[in-house]
């Protein structure tokens, strides 16, 4: 039985992960840094901006400018306005599930809310999300589910967490959570999804119409 469910936000509620992918390539480009969308999904996907910039400074040697951050963000933001979309057939899940659910996402406060905003998501959403900003450790240690879990009152054992990235199906199973993971986003297109042994979820999904088919998950009768 399952007493909560806790959505991932990029990549999951919303198409958003290649729009934000592309935009740092470029940005970094623009440093000498020449990265692709393989390396950004092997090394950042589900990862906070601090541990992007630990990834960056390892690799490459880089300590990224103080503004690059801010710079960043803005446009992205930008490109969100134009091209931001609610991951198709999200809105009719969230309408139809019969249990209580939540948000849990890397990205900060501020990013998540105004993407949900766009997405048209933020006021279903209400004080349901949770953000790394709130732990110590990010995903892919279990410390955002737990606290989310905690916070809504869930046990972990009776908690599904829906996710699209390796690190965050690591930081699922690590919390002792049913893992689903979303393979439809746009930036998992043609891409190899095999997990390692590490991160393999208990089911995969590329539709969200295909969401309540194996009955585990209680659908408001219509």
Request: hydrophobic share 45%; glycine share 6%; net charge negative.
């Amino acid at each position: 039985m399952t007493d909560l469910v806790i959505f991932d936000c990029d990549g999951v509620l919303i198409d958003s992960e290649i729009i934000s992918a592309q935009m740092l390539i470029d940005e970094l480009a623009t440093l000498q840094v020449n990265i692709d969308l393989d390396y950004v999904a092997r090394h950042f996907l589900g990862r906070s901006y601090p541990t992007v910039m630990k990834q960056i400074r390892s690799e490459f040697g880089l300590d990224l400018p103080e503004e690059f951050e801010a710079q960043y963000r803005a446009r992205l933001l930008d490109a969100f306005e134009r091209d931001l979309r609610v991951t198709q057939g999200v809105a009719d899940v969230l309408e139809a599930l019969d249990v209580p659910w939540c948000v849990a996402t890397s990205s900060s406060l501020p990013r998540a809310e105004r993407s949900l905003e766009i997405a048209g998501l933020r006021d279903r959403v209400g004080d349901r999300l949770f953000t790394a900003s709130e732990v110590a450790h990010g995903k892919p240690a279990p410390d955002l589910f737990l606290h989310a879990a905690e916070k809504m009152g869930a046990a972990p054992a009776r908690t599904l967490v829906i996710e699209d990235s390796l690190n965050g199906i690591r930081a699922g199973l690590a919390a002792g959570m049913e893992v689903w993971r979303f393979t439809g986003g746009s930036h998992l297109a043609g891409r190899d999804l095999t997990p390692p042994e590490d991160a393999r979820p208990h089911r995969e999904f590329a539709h969200f119409t295909e969401f309540f088919q194996n009955g585990l998950i209680r659908e408001k009768e219509s």
